[in-house]
């Protein structure tokens, strides 16, 4: 009796998932009318393609991995069968495999289990990131331009090589995602992001150090010519094939909500449902660009998008060249300006036309005005009201010199207007529900935390982020833009440990700040720099002490 009575409840929860159970991206599949009958345009009915696919060892699998598991079957985009399995869970079902059939030849094209089936950014789709980026002979080519200037033939053994290394090396990680394998490229990205981020706390915290000449492989000349050549290669192939994915597609739905005085977040459509979990700075910054470029309401190639992106990458190359100027003269911003545009990881932020690019803008440009207390302030609020994390670097920029209160005063003034903007297009309520509280809701298999469910471990790493953009402010460090700029990465690369969704495009938020850190002291080879203000103050003898 109770076997039978087991038996039943499997039963009546299977019959109740077949009708409320959908699949992973229901939105473009279809149940058909009859499991018997060929479909319009379709040679095998239903019922032939579940056959199939059971006969395939991934719907083995999954009908061992419990009791009651069941399956639905679906027309999807015409052309192919997508048959879904399902395993009762309580009142709930979870969907634990997908096999596609291919209705022309009658074969399983795909078969994927695990986060897969819910994600398909997961699954290795050529072209869904970046397009032509991925091809090896870009990938491998750019590296070489990456790393090569730098190389200093005389002394393999310095550690510049060895941090280059460490940041051409997400490339592999890269590699195994494009392949489908997330238990791999997913944990390869943590040890190179806790290198960095000991690197840059080395660099940041260590107050007395030695000059370490920079000795380029080839003439300043060269590198003139490589950034020139590198920028046509880049705008051209992001005008010619790249495509727009739901970051980018979010901006230009949030400025033409924006510009037309409509609800903005809780109001995006269906098919970009989450697009609004970006502050308001993201979508003002697309203003300009769809207004001038106006969206036609759906997502086609969305011109807007490609020329915010291009924009967002130009100023961070251009605000690097400024500050290295500053710092060490023209070469030294010559070499900032070669080395993001040579470096994969901006490229394929790029050409994915995501606004991860306007996130480092802002960020580079808080370095840039570190001058100025209210002018870092401002910039560092708008960083942080385009996407949240930035808002951690105020302790660091608000005590990186005198001027407290000013700063603060720039941070406000940049914040009010940003807060109009949540008031008017939102409400306070729904700004955070689709923003903050969606965010930590998610879940994400792009990060050990929701890949194997490190719960603990993952509070603890976020506090110690935390802690640190606080320790930071208060610690003994660099008080010149080589250590703010090694703090800044330092913080970045701390919080960014430490969250759920983590994937490539976020590089781009510390590697401007890193670079500065890593070639910005580096005095050109040759050349005499005049001494900073903070290493004159350093050079100044103890003052006397009178005893009595």
């Not at 759906?298 to 291009?310: F, G, M, S």
Request: hydrophobic residues 50%.
């Amino acid at each position: 009796m109770a076997r039978a009575a087991r038996i039943a409840t499997i039963c009546a929860a299977a019959a109740l998932a077949l009708l409320t159970a959908a699949p992973a991206h229901a939105e473009d599949v279809v149940r058909p009318q009859s499991m018997d009958r060929p479909p319009a345009g379709y040679r095998l009915t239903g019922r032939q393609a579940e056959q199939i696919a059971d006969r395939s060892p991934t719907a083995i699998r999954a009908r061992r991995s419990a009791r009651g598991v069941f399956d639905n079957v679906f027309e999807k985009s015409g052309t192919r069968w997508q048959v879904s399995y399902y395993r009762p869970r309580g009142k709930e079902t979870k969907e634990i495999a997908q096999i596609y059939v291919s209705d022309d030849t009658g074969k399983v094209t795909e078969a994927w289990t695990g986060p897969q089936v819910a994600w398909t950014m997961a699954r290795g789709y050529p072209g869904a990131f970046g397009r032509k980026v991925n091809s090896p002979f870009v990938w491998i080519a750019l590296t070489l331009l990456f790393v090569a200037p730098f190389v200093d033939p005389r002394r393999l053994r310095r550690m510049r090589h060895l941090d280059l290394a460490v940041l051409v090396a997400f490339g592999v990680s890269v590699a195994f995602f494009n392949d489908a394998n997330i238990d791999v490229s997913v944990p390869l990205a943590y040890p190179l992001m806790l290198y960095l981020l000991g690197r840059m706390l080395w660099i940041g915290l260590r107050r007395g150090r030695r000059r370490d000449p920079l000795r380029l492989l080839v003439p300043a000349s060269w590198l003139v010519v490589g950034l020139l050549f590198l920028v046509g290669f880049r705008i051209g192939l992001n005008v010619a094939d790249s495509n727009v994915i739901d970051v980018g597609y979010a901006g230009v739905i949030g400025a033409d909500r924006l510009a037309d005085g409509d609800k903005l977040w809780g109001a995006f459509p269906k098919d970009n449902e989450h697009g609004d979990t970006y502050g308001p700075v993201t979508y003002a910054a697309y203003v300009p660009f769809e207004q001038v470029l106006p969206w036609s309401g759906r997502w086609d190639d969305l011109p807007a998008a490609h020329a915010a992106a291009i924009t967002f990458d130009l100023l961070c190359l251009g605000l690097l060249f400024l500050i290295g100027r500053r710092m060490r003269g023209p070469t030294v911003g010559l070499a900032l300006a070669y080395a993001w545009a040579a470096n994969p990881f901006t490229l394929y932020a790029l050409d994915c036309n995501v606004n991860d690019a306007l996130v480092a803008a802002l960020v580079l440009g808080a370095i840039a005005a570190a001058s100025s207390p209210a002018g870092r302030g401002a910039f560092v609020a708008l960083a942080g009201m385009a996407k949240f994390a930035p808002l951690a670097l105020a302790p660091l920029f608000a005590t990186y010199s005198r001027g407290a209160l000013r700063f603060a005063l720039g941070a406000a003034l940049a914040l009010a207007p940003c807060l109009l903007l949540v008031v008017g297009y939102g409400g306070l309520h729904d700004f955070y529900d689709r923003t903050l509280g969606f965010q930590a809701s998610r879940g994400s298999p792009f990060s050990v935390w929701g890949l194997y469910g490190w719960d603990t471990a993952q509070a603890v790493v976020q506090a110690a982020g935390v802690l640190l953009a606080v320790a930071v402010a208060f610690l003994p460090r660099r008080r010149d833009l080589v250590g703010l700029s090694a703090l800044t990465a330092a913080v970045l690369i701390a919080l960014q440990l430490g969250v759920t969704h983590w994937f490539y495009l976020y590089i781009v938020w510390f590697l401007g700040p890193l670079l500065i850190a890593l070639l910005g002291d580096a005095e050109p080879e040759g050349r005499r720099v005049p001494p900073t203000y903070a290493e004159q103050l350093a050079r100044l003898p103890a003052p006397a002490v009178a005893w009595r």
